[in-house]
């Protein structure tokens, strides 16, 4: 079945500095879903991405969808304390189903 | 945030009891699901619905039985538990956005099986 793989799984940064997460697919995505939890929260849906090689950006965060739509990242400039958390890539598997990745735990030093 | 709830919150039961736990929404969306989420699994699919009486088993279905009798409310039962599901339980709604479903989740349910 379809596999979503998350790289790293940890990561640790002071504060300033960039952060970056990865997700692969093993099959092609009609789109891709990021996702956000808070220490003790529930995931929080960030943004979707639909077309091959797309770029969106929330303030800080810049999401990218592969040419292959079979990729993805998140890249937060300059983290803040405020962007701890656990982030997950997730991809449409079946009629109304995600698989998501594994998340990548953020922990950011002031 | 939308309107899922979830409970009970937190629970505490014994191997072999049966549990069941409950999620209601007020979005009147069709599609619910039940993820469990354990250090270095992610989110894992349990169960969902796609309508009133119409559920189907994820990956990790075994031991789980779901019911949903109206548009509201979708319930996961542990049929007899182990210590094997303690774990964090979210409950997750969706509707069509485009070409997506985007997920909207609960607080979540903390179980212990002792």
């Known amino acids: 079945g379809q596999q979503v793989m998350q790289i790293p799984q940890y990561q640790h940064v002071q504060e300033g500095e960039d952060f970056t997460t990865y997700c692969n697919s093993s099959?092609?995505?009609?789109?891709i879903q990021w996702y956000k939890q808070r220490p003790g929260g529930h995931p929080v849906f960030l943004i979707q991405l639909v077309k091959s090689g797309e770029v969106k950006k929330q303030k800080r965060l810049t999401f990218q969808f592969g040419e292959a739509k079979k990729n993805s990242s998140l890249h937060i400039t300059a983290t803040q304390t405020t962007d701890v958390g656990t982030y997950f890539c997730?991809?449409?598997?079946?009629?109304?189903?995600?698989?998501f990745g594994q998340g990548t735990i953020l922990t950011v030093h002031p | 945030d939308a309107g899922i709830t979830q409970s009970p919150r937190h629970k505490v039961t014994e191997t072999g009891t049966p549990v069941t736990l409950r999620c209601h929404q007020t979005e009147n969306h069709r599609y619910m699901y039940w993820y469990r989420q354990d250090p270095g699994h992610g989110l894992r699919l349990i169960h969902y619905?796609?309508?009133?009486?119409?559920?189907d088993k994820g990956e990790v279905s075994d031991g789980y039985s779901v019911s949903r009798s109206k548009t509201e409310d979708f319930l996961l039962t542990l049929e007899s538990a182990t210590s094997s599901q303690t774990s964090v339980y979210f409950c997750a709604i969706s509707h069509k956005q485009g070409a997506a479903y985007e997920q909207y989740f609960g607080p979540g349910t903390r179980l212990t099986v002792t």
């Open positions: 619905s796609y309508g009133v009486k119409d559920t």
């Open positions: 997730a991809g449409p598997n079946g009629y109304g189903k995600l698989t």
């Open positions: 099959t092609t995505l009609s789109n």
